[in-house]
């Protein structure tokens, strides 16, 4: 059983993502927050093993939240949903601890299948940002290191779709095939930041 702890400023998200979610059989809400403040104090009662956190909320924001459950509580994984595409927050996210960063208008299959990888400890992204996030990092000459990591994250998630059997068969061929396409890029702009270095420092 995974034990989710909803949290958002507006009651009616609260309710639709409760009532969404509920029907899973191995889900479990324990309960519902209205802001950062909140959700600490609810996850120091309750314990969730998965948060789904808003970013921007009263008293405390989202972002703030994750990394002080992160630091208290690594046993509980936060997966940040929001209605922000924007950079700023995304970077900020992985960098405070969450398990990954979803938008709110993500279809529930999506939501589900991602909760049940963060409750194993999987870092998650939905396909549309790791498209646009790879194109940002092209934009502007990523470094090896940056090219490195969202390699690997592409990677992970790869093994992810083979490893949980729960996904249809087409489901799990289109997710490969789309993650393959874009190792495949990642690959060739891995493989010219290599070059680049090697070509400056031989000047």
């Known amino acids: 059983m995974i034990r989710i702890l909803i949290v958002d400023d507006l009651l009616t998200i609260r309710e639709i993502l409760t009532e969404a979610l509920a029907v899973e059989p191995e889900f479990q809400i324990v309960g519902t927050a209205c802001d950062g403040v909140d959700a600490i104090e609810k996850v120091d009662c309750l314990r969730p093993d998965v948060v789904l956190m808003d970013v921007e909320m009263p008293k405390m924001d989202g972002l ?51 909760i049940r990888y963060a409750a194993q400890g999987y870092f998650q992204l939905p396909f549309d940002l790791v498209n646009k996030y790879l194109s940002k990092l092209v934009e502007v000459q990523a470094t090896f290191n940056e090219l490195a990591s969202l390699k690997q994250v592409i990677q992970t998630q790869l093994e992810q779709c083979k490893q949980f059997s729960y996904l249809s068969g087409e489901k799990c061929l289109q997710i490969e095939q789309e993650l393959h396409k874009q190792q495949k890029m990642i690959s060739v702009y891995f493989h010219q930041s290599q070059t680049e270095q090697d070509w400056h420092r031989i000047k």
Do not use: M
């Open 64 to 114: 703030n939240a994750t990394q002080i459950i992160s630091q208290r509580w690594g046993q509980v994984k936060v997966l940040i949903l929001t209605v922000h595409e924007c950079e700023e927050y995304f970077d900020r996210a992985v960098q405070v601890g969450a398990k990954g960063y979803f938008l709110k208008t993500t279809p529930t299959e999506d939501l589900v299948r991602a």
